[in-house]
């Protein structure tokens, strides 16, 4: 364990070195200060997980990074947060960790840069073009235009072939998946090296873990929620965690409806647009209002956070996910609305590009860290199912 001497010679190198100081070296610093003092342990998972630890490998630093929901407890609660000389902010050089896992385990290795790049006008921009190659694709496949009516089973075809629809969505999201795949089997043997802490698996710590991970357990900040501005203060608020449920569980429906819609044409023989009351129009709609309505909210949330808990260059990364899911959502909530209109088809041209563009984002976008955060809380269940390896007394 470093001795207070030790910590406070690294503060004053940290202070010197400023914002060109190596990010890891920077999270070894704080969970070594975090360490000595554990004040903040009943908050979330990352705390008694760093107590199974008395030196922080890059691996350790990124799964605890992982494992951070962000809530900002802790900053509010430390007594080294700035501006005292220890400068000891968690969610900040945790989140700043949790950007380069997600560069480090991008595949195509070539387009990590994209965790930088991405930002809303870069997702507007690729929606809206591809949106105008879907309004191309429509007008030349038939004489029926973008001004006439359409009703009827089947009504989207009509205009946009289904054999075009299939091959390039379902080429875009089988890319996705791999991408996604690579990246978590990246992640787990990253995370999950042989060691100390290393822990088999179970049903008890699998079961765990999905519970973690489905109800979102960290996001409460220890039982009393996130911190948001209230007034001219921060206070906790439960909003954050009940806006991250309805994009989340908003984003399943939809899932499900894609999946109900695809049963239905091809082990039925229906084609959509089913009516109002099937099950497909149904999970939709539920779903699209949940996303509306979640990532709205989380977009207004980020106005009210303080900016100490965030990475700034992660801003764009959030913000371009969040209004993709928004007018994807959005869009396709009108679509059915309108579907016998005569405006169908440049809606349906729209809403295609807003989807695309989230499937070939995906990979590369805030969404990763759903899947990482994941793997993280698998792991912690694991450990925390096994003695601890440094002898620290448990609180």
């Not at 106005?303 to 396709?332: C, F, I, K, M």
Request: hydrophobic share 50%.
């Amino acid at each position: 364990m470093n001795t207070l001497n030790d910590l406070i010679a690294a503060a004053r190198r940290q202070a010197v070195a400023g914002p060109l100081a190596d990010t890891r070296a920077e999270g070894a610093r704080v969970m070594g200060i975090c360490n000595s003092c554990r004040y903040c342990e009943g908050y979330c998972a990352v705390f008694p997980a760093m107590e199974r630890r008395v030196e922080f490998s890059g691996a350790d630093l990124d799964f605890l990074a992982n494992l951070c929901h962000n809530c900002g407890a802790c900053y509010y609660a430390c007594q080294y947060a700035p501006p005292h000389a220890f400068g000891v902010n968690v969610p900040r050089a945790l989140a700043r960790l949790r950007l380069q896992s997600y560069e480090r385990f991008a595949w195509p290795r070539g387009l990590a840069g994209l965790y930088r790049r991405q930002g809303t006008a870069i997702a507007f921009a690729l929606a809206l073009a591809l949106a105008l190659f879907f309004a191309l694709a429509i007008a030349l496949a038939g004489p029926r235009g973008f001004v006439s009516a359409h009703a009827g089973a089947g009504s989207f075809y009509a205009v946009l072939p289904h054999g075009l629809m299939v091959a390039i969505f379902g080429a875009s999201f089988l890319f996705s998946l791999a991408a996604l795949a690579v990246g978590a089997v990246r992640c787990w043997r990253e995370i999950n090296v042989p060691g100390p802490n290393a822990a088999p698996a179970s049903s008890a710590a699998t079961a765990q873990a999905t519970r973690d991970a489905l109800t979102l357990r960290y996001l409460d900040g220890g039982g009393d929620g996130c911190y948001v501005q209230n007034g001219l203060d921060f206070a906790p608020t439960s909003q954050r965690r009940l806006l991250h449920h309805l994009l989340f569980y908003g984003f399943l429906l939809c899932f499900a409806a894609t999946g109900v819609g695809t049963i239905y044409h091809y082990g039925f023989g229906r084609q959509a647009p089913y009516g109002s009351f099937s099950l497909p129009t149904l999970l939709g709609t539920a779903g699209g209002l949940g996303i509306v309505a979640g990532a709205a909210g989380l977009l207004w949330l980020r106005r009210v956070r303080d900016e100490a808990l965030a990475d700034p260059a992660q801003a764009p990364l959030d913000r371009g996910l969040l209004h993709l899911l928004l007018w994807t959502a959005a869009s396709g909530l009108l679509l059915a609305l309108l579907r016998v209109s005569p405006l169908m088809p440049t809606l349906l041209a729209v809403h295609l590009g807003f989807v695309l563009a989230f499937f070939l984002l995906l990979p590369y976008g805030k969404f990763v860290h759903g899947v990482y955060r994941s793997l993280a809380l698998a792991k912690h269940a694991r450990e925390a199912r096994t003695p601890n390896p440094v002898g620290f007394a448990d609180s």
